[in-house]
């Protein structure tokens, strides 16, 4: 079912831009501002819908700015692991006070995240496999 409603979505939006977007365009008054479509990235190869989200959790900090701090200190560390990598911080509550989780996603399925953590552990680093 989340395949089917991943390949919907997508169809709409790809829809909207094929067909919606190009007419609003023509429509806008020249001295408004219009956006234009992000360049799209030359990037790694699309992920399942179903395994998009999954992330992998490599710390749990006192602050957002911690987190940060410590993926500059792993990029820095394993660069052959992180260098591709974008850093995820989302916020969290455990046991009643706020934690920022550090995650890092892209992974092509959780074989390719398991891979992945094991090289992490295998440097010294913590890393576990999370959803979204």
């Known amino acids: 079912h989340l395949r089917f409603l ?3 979505l997508h169809h709409h939006h790809a829809g909207e831009d094929e067909l919606l977007w190009p007419k ?3 429509r806008t008054p020249p001295a408004a501002v219009v956006l234009q479509p992000a360049p799209v990235p030359a990037a790694r190869p699309a992920l399942a819908p179903a395994l998009a989200a999954t992330l992998v959790q490599l710390a749990a900090l006192d602050s957002e700015g ?7 200190r792993l990029a820095k560390r394993m660069p052959d692991l ?3 990598r974008q850093p995820v911080v989302q916020k969290a509550e455990r046991d009643g006070r706020a934690v920022w989780c550090l995650r890092t996603g892209g ?3 959780i074989a390719d995240a398991t891979a992945f953590c094991a090289r992490v552990r295998a440097k010294g680093g913590a890393c576990s496999i999370t959803g979204s």
């Open 82 to 84: 992180l260098g591709d």
């Open 6 to 8: 991943c390949d919907l």
């Open 66 to 72: 911690a987190a940060q701090t410590e993926w500059q």
């Open 107 to 109: 992974f092509m399925d």
């Open 24 to 26: 609003l365009r023509d």
